[in-house]
């Protein structure tokens, strides 16, 4: 037998063993996600919507929440692979969704973190634009 190809053999049977390895962690990080994630962001989202309503932090946190959960719900449908039993409209309404959730989670981080910002640098000048906004 060949030494060469004995070597070869073994590194791809430790390949495929990290392979194997990795693929059932990512399931893991997966199934701890989407069971923390998923009661996590309605709790949160319920409770920044009881928060004051004219605070405009609780606005976006609770905005955050429901993003979040709109993430893992689509989430789990291409996690689970559910989407060839579906029409293939509703398949590109779901990836469609699932890329606007995506995209719009680091805005919404974006304008708090302004928002913030100009709270900060500005206290008064932010609170009677808004209240100006408001009347």
Do not use: H
């Not at 893992?72 to 291409?78: A, E, P, S, V």
Request: net charge neutral.
């Amino acid at each position: 037998m060949n030494s060469s190809k004995f070597a070869e053999d073994n590194a791809t049977l430790a390949y495929d063993e990290e392979w194997v390895r990795i693929r059932a962690l990512k399931q893991i990080s997966l199934y701890v996600c989407m069971t923390l994630g998923i009661p996590g962001n309605i709790l949160s989202a319920i409770v920044w919507l009881k928060v004051q309503r004219k605070n405009s932090s609780a606005v976006y946190l609770a905005a955050l929440a429901i993003n979040d959960l709109v993430y893992l719900l689509i989430d789990i449908d291409r996690s689970f692979n559910l989407s060839p039993y579906w029409s293939p409209m509703f398949f590109f309404t779901l990836l469609t969704l699932w890329s606007c959730a995506a995209t719009i989670e680091p805005l919404l981080v974006l304008s708090f973190t302004v928002e913030r910002l100009l709270a900060i640098c500005w206290p008064l000048r932010v609170r009677l634009d808004v209240v100006c906004l408001v009347f």
